[in-house]
């Protein structure tokens, strides 16, 4: 079975642009959580969805914005980009909401801002 | 708050040597704490995990223990190999099922 895919793998811009990233979870998983990891730190959790709702959302910006389909893949919106934006985007997938489903994460989305 | 601390990297090592990596955290509750490592160009595996005081996690010859009264999950191999060579990052899950990440430990393994 394949494991949560995300495109694209690179992607450069510059600032004040807008960019949409993709992420499509495991075969059968409900949610789908975003997470922010800039270089050299931990990743830092931006949203989650369940069901096509909002989960929870993390301490960014109202630039940041996501959805979810009715397929459960998701996208990441950020408007108005700047240079601190630069950093590796993760997408997890778990069955559900449950405090015990484990998280399978993408190989994430490199993002540059120039 | 809930929080994650980790011994900061990059940690080198010779092969079949011993390695601890320290982990503390500060939470509300009796969290889930999780070892992930991320090999090179790739994403994050979950490596081990510990969901109550005492649990040990272990998988690929690494081991957790959570630490309830030392608020810690070290993590411990007792022979580490090249291809053990990644990094690191310690996490708890809080109530709402969000992940926290600590700062991540760069190891590298020398032949």
């Known amino acids: 079975d394949a494991g949560v895919t995300q495109s694209p793998t690179h992607l450069i811009k510059t600032r004040g642009q807008h960019v949409t990233l993709r992420c499509s979870p495991i075969?059968?998983?409900?949610?789908v959580s975003w997470y922010q990891q800039v270089l050299g730190q931990g990743p830092q959790f931006i949203f989650q969805?369940?069901?096509?709702?909002?989960?929870g959302r993390g301490n960014f910006p109202d630039r940041f914005s996501a959805r979810q389909f009715p397929n459960y893949s998701s996208e990441l919106n950020v408007n108005a980009l700047l240079l601190g934006d630069s950093a590796l985007y993760l997408c997890?997938?778990?069955?559900?909401?449950?405090?015990?489903?484990?998280?399978?994460f993408g190989p994430g989305t490199r993002l540059t801002v120039l | 708050g809930n929080s994650v601390t980790q011994m900061e990297g990059p940690v080198t090592l010779s092969e079949e040597a011993f390695l601890t990596i320290n982990c503390t955290y500060t939470a509300t509750g009796y969290p889930s704490l999780f070892w992930y490592v991320q090999y090179p160009g790739e994403g994050l595996q979950l490596l081990l995990k510990a969901t109550k005081a005492d649990d040990k996690g272990s998988n690929k010859g690494f081991e957790a223990t959570y630490r309830k009264e030392t608020t810690s999950f070290h993590l411990e191999k007792g022979s580490v190999q090249v291809s053990d060579s990644a990094v690191y990052f310690c996490?708890?899950?809080?109530?709402?099922?969000?992940?926290?990440f600590g700062k991540g430990t760069r190891l590298h393994i020398l032949p």
């Open positions: 969805y369940y069901e096509k709702e909002e989960r």
């Open positions: 997890a997938s778990s069955l559900g909401s449950a405090r015990n489903n484990e998280q399978f």
């Open positions: 996490a708890l899950r809080r109530r709402d099922d969000k992940i926290i």
């Open positions: 075969s059968g998983h409900k949610s």
